[in-house]
């Protein structure tokens, strides 16, 4: 959320509350629509959309939702619908004012989670907002964001966020575009970077933004990650400056733990005058090994409460109610604003192939002279095979079925592409490839 804006001689300055985010559309989207934390996220470090995230360790964890499993079949716990309230002062009582289905595929993967919000009534439900979920075996690769529109009666693109993966399946960027209704096209328009150290924990995020007028990947904003102890310990924000070239920092966050579990997280922004001043707090509280609250705090001189959220799990640890309240100064304590029930079901998932994620191999780097052909792929199925630059032009686009030979356009640039093989039930596999003369 922004909650400042500082220019100085140099550049202007986003301060960010929470989270290191892009001001798009999806994320006014995700704030209402995505999953409540869940009792395996609590090592939670950083937000990076609302499927992914960086854990205390410094592992990107990507997981919309549901449970797989690599085994024939099991039984799991699927949350099957929210229930969100605001809270009634009048009455003193939650009302309902939101609910959200979740759809899952036989594996145990979220597909489709869809919302309706009430009307002033309380009485008549519309539909408002719904996220679709495609993935390679068990990684999402893709997931769409749509409002719902009532004079059209039907669901309206609004952002996409499309997850791209090296061949040992970490996590190597993420594209968010943003639906062009005049065009009916997506239009790429950010990209976040992630880098790893040799354990393969995090140690920044790069975003860039796309540039229409010069058709290249401007540097943005990015995350340095610090660690002490095997967790993270730092985060530091730094915005592109456009003069200098070089990186700004505005924002920091310092992490304390307790027992290895996150118990502090102190964040500053940088003053022109100060250096580095306190904003905002936040204090971990846990029953267990599970979260019981989250408090946070603004620094005014001292720390003043500011929210609280309490949670609840039940016996087989699954959140089944969060409740926010909201510092009153009034009163002398917090008070109530809304709550968040969830309902699960236990089913059977058939098992998914974790290595099913990469299944197809190809000669790397592929020369423009000599064709080539896919290994790896199913006799009698037909495939669609796209190559795709990584400023998310689309440069080749051909079907495709096994021990067919490629060959390459001459007149493509050398460099880098994304190589993605999609299925007739839109399964997408998707290779870095180097494309040579």
Same mark, same amino acid.
């Given at each position: 959320m922004? $909650?400042?804006?500082?220019?100085n001689?140099?550049?202007t300055? +986003? $301060?960010?509350?929470?989270?290191?985010?892009? +001001?798009?559309?999806?994320?006014?989207?995700?704030?209402?629509?995505? !999953?409540?934390?869940?009792?395996?996220?609590?090592p939670?470090?950083?937000?990076?959309?609302?499927?992914?995230?960086?854990?205390?360790?410094?592992?990107?964890?990507?997981?919309?939702?549901?449970?797989?499993?690599?085994?024939?079949?099991?039984?799991?716990? !699927?949350?099957?619908? %929210?229930?969100?309230?605001?809270?009634?002062?009048?009455?003193?009582?939650f009302?309902?004012n939101?609910?959200?289905?979740?759809?899952?595929?036989?594996g145990?993967? !979220?597909?489709?989670?869809?919302?309706k919000?009430?009307?002033k009534?309380g009485l008549?439900?519309? %539909?408002?907002?719904?996220?679709? /979920? =495609?993935?390679?075996?068990?990684? !999402?690769?893709?997931e769409?964001f749509?409002?719902w529109?009532?004079?059209?009666? @039907?669901?309206v693109? %609004?952002?996409?966020?499309?997850?791209?993966?090296?061949?040992?399946?970490s996590?190597?960027?993420?594209?968010h575009?943003?639906?062009?209704?005049?065009?009916? $096209?997506?239009?790429?328009?950010?990209?976040?970077?992630?880098n790893y150290d040799?354990?393969?924990?995090?140690?920044?995020?790069?975003?860039?933004?796309?540039?229409?007028?010069? &058709? *290249?990947?401007?540097?943005?904003?990015?995350?340095?990650?610090?660690?002490?102890?095997?967790f +993270?310990?730092e985060?530091?924000?730094?915005?592109?400056?456009?003069s200098?070239?070089?990186?700004?920092?505005? =924002?920091?966050?310092?992490?304390?733990?307790?027992?290895?579990?996150?118990? #502090?997280?102190v964040?500053?922004?940088?003053?022109?005058?100060?250096?580095?001043?306190?904003?905002?707090?936040?204090?971990?509280?846990?029953?267990?090994?599970?979260?019981? #609250? $989250?408090?946070?705090?603004?620094?005014?001189?001292?720390?003043?409460?500011?929210? *609280?959220?309490?949670?609840?799990?039940?016996s &087989?640890?699954?959140?089944?109610?969060?409740?926010? =309240?909201?510092?009153a100064?009034? %009163?002398?304590n917090?008070?109530?604003?809304?709550q968040?029930e969830?309902? /699960?079901?236990?089913?059977?998932?058939?098992?998914? @192939?974790?290595?099913?994620?990469?299944t197809?191999?190809?000669?790397?780097?592929?020369?423009?002279?000599?064709p080539?052909q896919?290994?790896?792929?199913? #006799?009698?199925?037909? /495939?669609?095979?796209?190559?795709?630059s990584?400023?998310?032009?689309?440069?080749?686009n051909?079907p495709?079925?096994?021990?067919?030979?490629?060959?390459l356009n001459?007149?493509?640039?050398?460099?880098?592409?994304?190589?993605? +093989?999609?299925?007739?039930?839109?399964?997408v596999?998707?290779?870095?490839?180097?494309?040579?003369?």
């Amino acid at each position: 959320m922004l $909650i400042s804006i500082v220019n100085n001689s140099l550049t202007t300055i +986003i $301060i960010l509350l929470d989270m290191f985010k892009k +001001i798009s559309l999806f994320l006014l989207l995700s704030a209402s629509v995505s !999953l409540l934390t869940k009792a395996q996220d609590l090592p939670v470090a950083h937000q990076i959309t609302p499927s992914c995230y960086v854990a205390t360790n410094g592992k990107i964890i990507v997981d919309a939702g549901g449970q797989y499993t690599t085994a024939v079949s099991a039984q799991v716990f !699927l949350r099957d619908s %929210l229930y969100g309230s605001t809270f009634d002062t009048v009455s003193s009582n939650f009302k309902n004012n939101r609910r959200i289905n979740y759809t899952y595929d036989a594996g145990g993967l !979220l597909t489709e989670s869809s919302s309706k919000t009430v009307d002033k009534s309380g009485l008549t439900w519309s %539909l408002s907002q719904q996220i679709k /979920y =495609q993935y390679t075996g068990f990684q !999402l690769f893709e997931e769409t964001f749509r409002s719902w529109d009532k004079t059209l009666l @039907d669901w309206v693109n %609004l952002v996409q966020n499309k997850y791209t993966y090296e061949t040992d399946n970490s996590l190597s960027s993420i594209f968010h575009l943003q639906w062009k209704g005049s065009s009916s $096209i997506w239009d790429y328009s950010t990209k976040d970077l992630i880098n790893y150290d040799v354990n393969k924990n995090i140690i920044s995020l790069e975003n860039q933004k796309w540039n229409d007028n010069l &058709n *290249k990947w401007d540097n943005y904003l990015r995350i340095n990650f610090s660690y002490s102890g095997g967790f +993270i310990s730092e985060k530091l924000y730094q915005v592109w400056n456009k003069s200098t070239q070089l990186w700004d920092d505005y =924002q920091k966050e310092n992490f304390t733990y307790t027992n290895s579990k996150k118990s #502090e997280v102190v964040m500053q922004v940088k003053s022109a005058s100060t250096n580095w001043e306190n904003y905002s707090r936040y204090v971990y509280t846990y029953n267990g090994s599970s979260i019981s #609250e $989250i408090t946070d705090y603004f620094w005014f001189g001292s720390w003043t409460g500011n929210r *609280k959220l309490t949670y609840t799990f039940n016996s &087989n640890s699954l959140e089944t109610l969060v409740v926010t =309240q909201q510092w009153a100064a009034h %009163l002398g304590n917090f008070r109530n604003i809304s709550q968040d029930e969830s309902y /699960y079901t236990q089913r059977e998932v058939f098992g998914i @192939d974790e290595a099913v994620a990469n299944t197809f191999i190809v000669s790397n780097p592929l020369s423009k002279s000599i064709p080539f052909q896919l290994n790896g792929l199913q #006799e009698r199925t037909n /495939y669609e095979m796209s190559l795709i630059s990584l400023n998310g032009s689309v440069v080749m686009n051909i079907p495709l079925t096994a021990g067919q030979t490629v060959g390459l356009n001459n007149r493509i640039p050398n460099g880098i592409y994304m190589l993605s +093989i999609t299925t007739a039930g839109n399964k997408v596999m998707s290779q870095k490839i180097l494309i040579t003369d």
